[in-house]
């Protein structure tokens, strides 16, 4: 019976239909019976003051010959018939006139009793204390004086060998020799490269002695040197690239200048 009631009280969409256009009608109607009715104008307000211009005939003659007086911009935006057209819109490019101009030297004034006050005060402030040695009495002798020879001369020239060559000794000495005491001689000095079994590669004179025939000489023998080989090891194939760099220093000694023969005896 319930379910009965409750299906009897839904509406059908024919009801809806109806229902949404009758709304949709009165809607319509309150619309246009509210909506329609004409509003009363505004009443504008009215100013009690009145503006007129005062001036004579002439001047109003002048301004209606004014061809720009009707334009509404003309005090708002620049343009040439306005003020502004005197003021910054007309005006005449500066002229720039170039002049060659030096200023004149202009020395500064120099004081001289100035730079003889600072000397003064400079010397006077600087001045090194005065050495008393000839005033001290000379030292008493502690003892006998003993003459020092002075060293004899080398009369047999001798070699060095500087470097990594310095730790193979030569198989054989070379031979040096003495020179003539005709002008003094330095150290020749000669750079050797030498290779793994002892032979020299290259010798370079690197010091020359003041004697051409020392120096070439030196070289000659320098060439002619033979160096203790070095162990190969068991694990390096031939040929053995190892190679060793030193200098040979030869300090040369003078011959001793031959005996004089002395003088007759008389009979």
């Known amino acids: 019976m319930n379910a009965t009631l409750a299906e009897s009280r839904?509406?059908?969409?024919?009801?809806?239909?109806?229902?949404?256009?009758?709304?949709?009608?009165?809607?319509?109607?309150?619309?246009?019976?509210?909506?329609?009715?004409?509003?009363?104008?505004?009443?504008?307000?009215?100013?009690n003051t009145d503006v007129y211009s005062a001036v004579d005939p002439w001047s109003a003659q002048q301004l209606a010959q004014l061809p720009t007086l009707n334009d509404p911009a003309l005090f708002a935006l620049p343009s040439l018939q306005g003020f502004s057209g005197s003021a910054w819109l007309t005006f005449a490019p500066?002229?720039?006139?170039?002049?060659?101009?030096?200023?004149?030297?202009?020395?500064?004034?120099?004081?001289?009793t100035w730079l003889a006050d600072r000397f003064a005060h400079l010397a006077a402030g600087s001045s090194p204390a005065p050495l008393?040695?000839?005033?001290?009495?000379?030292?008493?002798?502690?003892?006998?004086?003993?003459p020092v020879p002075n060293a004899p001369?080398?009369?047999?020239?001798?070699?060095?060998?500087e470097g990594e060559l310095a730790q193979r000794p030569l198989l054989a000495p070379l031979e040096l020799r003495s020179w003539p005491p005709t002008e003094?001689?330095?150290?020749?000095?000669?750079?050797?490269?030498?290779?793994?079994?002892?032979?020299?590669?290259?010798a370079t004179l690197l010091t020359e002695s003041g004697s051409k025939e020392a120096d070439q000489y030196a070289l000659a023998q320098a060439k002619s040197a033979q160096f203790e080989p070095l162990r190969r090891p068991k694990?390096?194939?031939?040929?053995?690239?190892?190679?060793?760099?030193g200098k040979l220093v030869f300090q040369w000694a003078a011959l001793?200048?031959?005996?004089?023969?002395?003088?007759?005896?008389r009979p």
Do not use: C
């Open 132 to 146: 008393l040695i000839a005033d001290k009495p000379l030292p008493r002798p502690t003892g006998l004086d003993v």
């Open 10 to 47: 839904r509406w059908s969409k024919r009801q809806w239909s109806y229902a949404i256009v009758s709304a949709g009608i009165a809607q319509v109607a309150l619309i246009l019976f509210f909506g329609g009715r004409p509003q009363a104008p505004l009443a504008s307000p009215r100013f």
């Open 184 to 202: 003094p001689l330095t150290n020749t000095i000669v750079q050797l490269l030498v290779d793994a079994t002892g032979r020299p590669l290259t």
């Open 235 to 245: 694990e390096m194939s031939p040929p053995d690239p190892r190679l060793s760099w």
């Open 94 to 112: 500066p002229e720039h006139r170039l002049n060659d101009w030096t200023e004149p030297a202009r020395w500064l004034a120099l004081n001289p």
């Open 256 to 265: 001793p200048p031959a005996a004089t023969n002395g003088a007759a005896a």
């Open 153 to 161: 001369l080398a009369t047999q020239s001798d070699l060095h060998v």
